[in-house]
């Protein structure tokens, strides 16, 4: 009746809020791994958008709690996480720029989240999997009236510089999800090959896979072009200096300068400045495109649950609490009409239609 009706009213409001909105934080606490049924979690409690930390004597004793659009706890599966991510891989297909991070110490979860577990299986692959594999499916949904051109770019960037996980084939053209999985497999053998050459080098290093999309309207001719950054970043950890001197003080150092340089730019777009620091480093500047205004954003914030990791743990936290209270305006399409503005402009009508019967 009536109240249904107000009901969907008040989701309508709060989906137009969500397009307004276009960045958005997730926590997620992975497991604890040891497997020990007397393990004690630092995680206090997780209802829905609030995780509390239970803080010990050194961090001020007591409980902390932080804000985010959303908390997974240990046991989110992978498509319980991508459920939520969903409707920005929809987007990229609308012509939006689309970012997508993975945030957090080394250890805490960020590679499970975005590529999957190293025996990777159909229901363990990562949101990098089931986001080309969304992509693919919604591209054959829309065939009869979109051509879509897909091709992807695996970047990875170390110290500053950028590098190939795939030699010579920095674009690559891909057709289906088997292209999509041969060129990740290609991509991980040849880090894990720098993984044992230079000291798990991965945790040292930003890894993006980049996904262009073009659609060409069948009717009209006219080309939308959407793009989506999928980034594992380097370890957030901060990295005592007084016990690290060469290569690996250099490492810290330049992940310091791009983490930071990463919160700048964020902080920077929040307070609309007219000049936004991009070019500070190399990761924002790849991902300039897909970082501001026009854009979406998504980071993934991970946690460890033990104890011995509460102190990086807090200062994440905090970190992504920023970044949660960043408004970055409207996202927008390079293209007139949207789905989504479609969609919410169905439901409209829809929903004056039930008012008018009553
Ligand atoms: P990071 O990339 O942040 O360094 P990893 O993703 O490599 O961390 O995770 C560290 C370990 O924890 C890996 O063995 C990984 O498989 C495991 N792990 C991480 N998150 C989960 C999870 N949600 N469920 C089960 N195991 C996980
Ligand atoms: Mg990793």
Do not use: W
């Not at 397009?19 to 829905?48: A, M, Q, W």
């Not at 007084?242 to 490492?251: C, I, Y």
């Amino acid at each position: 009746g009536y109240h249904r009706v107000l009901e969907e009213n008040r989701k309508l409001y709060n989906q137009v809020q969500d397009l307004k909105g276009n960045i958005r934080v997730y926590c997620r606490v992975r497991p604890s791994l040891g497997g020990r049924s007397d393990f004690k979690s630092v995680v206090d409690s997780i209802e829905e958008g609030t995780i509390t930390i239970n803080t010990p004597a050194k961090y001020g004793k007591g409980s902390r709690s932080f804000n985010f659009n959303k908390v997974f706890g240990p046991s989110s599966t992978q498509a319980e996480v991508f459920a939520d991510t969903r409707p920005l891989i929809r987007s990229v297909l609308d012509g939006y720029n689309v970012c997508i991070f993975a945030y957090g110490q080394t250890g805490s979860g960020k590679t499970h989240t975005m590529t999957g577990p190293k025996d990777l299986t159909e229901t363990s692959q990562g949101v990098n999997y089931r986001a080309l594999s969304d992509l693919f499916f919604i591209a054959e949904q829309r065939k009869d009236t979109l051509q879509y051109d897909v091709s992807v770019q695996m970047i990875e960037i170390y110290n500053e510089q950028n590098g190939f996980n795939v030699p010579d084939a920095s674009l690559v053209h891909v057709a289906s999800m088997y292209d999509v999985i041969d060129l990740m497999k290609l991509g991980h053998k040849n880090r894990v090959v720098g993984a044992t050459a230079l000291n798990d080098r991965s945790s040292r290093s930003h890894s993006c896979l980049t996904v262009h999309v073009q659609g060409r309207d069948l009717t009209s001719g006219a080309v939308l072009r959407g793009c989506m950054h999928l980034v594992d970043l380097a370890g957030s950890e901060r990295v005592d200096k007084s016990e690290v001197a060469g290569d690996r003080l250099k490492e810290a150092q330049h992940i310091n300068k791009s983490l930071s340089a990463l919160g700048d730019v964020i902080s920077s777009l929040a307070q609309k400045n007219a000049h936004v620091p991009y070019r500070n480093s190399k990761l924002t500047q790849l991902l300039q495109d897909s970082l501001g205004g026009q854009a979406k954003t998504l980071m993934f914030v991970h946690i460890s649950p033990e104890l011995n990791a509460v102190g990086e743990t807090l200062s994440t936290l905090k970190f992504a609490e920023r970044v949660a209270t960043v408004e970055l305006g409207a996202a927008q399409v390079h293209k007139d009409t949207t789905s989504d503005v479609k969609d919410l402009k169905e439901q409209i009508a829809n929903l004056k239609a039930a008012l008018a019967k009553k």
